[in-house]
């Protein structure tokens, strides 16, 4: 539950956090919203951190240092953006592909085979340079075959 601990307050994890934008705990705000993210139970004042002060410089310095990938120069959260975008724009080529094969649009496919692989191209070279995982998840579909 929620706590005091040297006169500062810590919500507990299953409880409803009125300062967060939708009320929710961080037990359900985590589950909603499907991240990485994952849950560590602690007990305050007791638990140790997770890292020491150097990691948390060195993880700091690596977020925020650029990558330039083509001239073009962003931080890592923002390359990992830029493939969550390129892995949608993939993803809508393949289910496009998948109408167009079950209508024979033939020119349509040859369309969305070339887009498919001008994408994962471009992906694959963000994820070398940047260090970010390739996630083959995220690029299927459902059920189609592509």
């Not at 923002?78 to 892995?87: F, I, K, T």
């Not at 692989?117 to 070398?128: C, M, T």
């Not at 995982?133 to 995220?138: N, Y």
């Amino acid at each position: 539950g929620t706590q005091t601990i040297n006169g500062e307050k810590f919500i507990g994890f299953s409880d409803a956090d009125p300062s967060s934008p939708d009320g929710l705990s961080a037990e359900r705000a985590l589950q909603d919203y499907g991240c990485n993210h994952y849950t560590t139970p602690i007990i305050c004042g007791i638990s140790e951190p997770r890292y020491d002060a150097k990691e948390l410089a060195d993880l700091k310095t690596k977020a925020e240092t650029p990558i330039e990938i083509d001239g073009v120069s962003k931080k890592p959260y923002e390359w990992q953006q830029s493939m969550r975008s390129l892995e949608n724009a993939i993803r809508q080529q393949k289910w496009e592909k998948a109408i167009a094969t079950g209508a024979s649009k033939n020119e349509i496919v040859k369309g969305c085979n070339a887009k498919i692989k001008a994408y994962r191209e471009k992906y694959n070279q963000i994820s070398e340079k940047s260090g970010i995982s390739v996630d083959t998840k995220r690029l299927s579909i459902q059920n189609p075959k592509t």
